[in-house]
């Protein structure tokens, strides 16, 4: 059992009430490895960017608390994964993308091949004009058609 808690204020931000019963207002959640390992060594951050709490396992966490750090970690990453290509309007950049992900079919302009990054030996992070960045999570997945698009690029 933690001895901390969370709860919402007026405006709907997160507030920690730590052991001793202090209230820090406006607390950030951080994940150390968001891609890598999204369960795992979590931080609570105050307002001013100093660690309050340590999480190692969001599992290990009672149901009501790990509701909260999952709810407002969700507003504020968003990396949709790519599932498919659909099409690349040219195989020079820039190059507008049509994708399907995990939320939905998208277009995204592509400026350079160096907006695309290994982050594993299958696992690529691709950034659009806008910064928004798009996770493929398992290259060898994808449909031949998506890794022949993608060939070009790499």
């Known amino acids: 059992m933690s001895d901390w ?18 209230r820090h207002e406006n607390v950030v959640p951080a994940r150390a490895f968001p891609i890598a390992a999204p369960e795992e060594n979590v ?6 960017g100093h660690e309050l709490v340590w999480i190692e396992r969001l599992a290990d966490l009672p149901a009501e ?3 909260e750090i999952e709810t ?3 507003a504020r990453e968003f990396v949709p994964e790519i599932r ?15 994708v399907e992900t995990d939320r939905g079919e998208t277009s995204f302009i592509l400026r350079g091949e160096e907006d695309i990054r290994r982050l594993a030996e299958n696992m690529l992070l691709i950034a659009d004009s806008h910064g928004i960045e798009f996770l493929i999570r ?17």
């Open 65 to 67: 608390l790990r509701g």
């Open 43 to 48: 931080s609570l951050l105050s307002q001013d």
């Open 72 to 74: 407002e970690l969700a």
């Open 138 to 154: 398992d290259l060898p997945s994808l449909d031949r058609h998506s890794r022949k698009l993608l060939d070009r690029f790499l």
């Open 84 to 98: 498919a290509l659909k099409r690349v309007s040219t195989f020079a950049t820039p190059s507008t993308w049509t």
């Open 5 to 22: 808690k969370l709860e919402r204020n007026a405006l709907g931000r997160l507030v920690m009430i730590d052991a001793q019963g202090e």
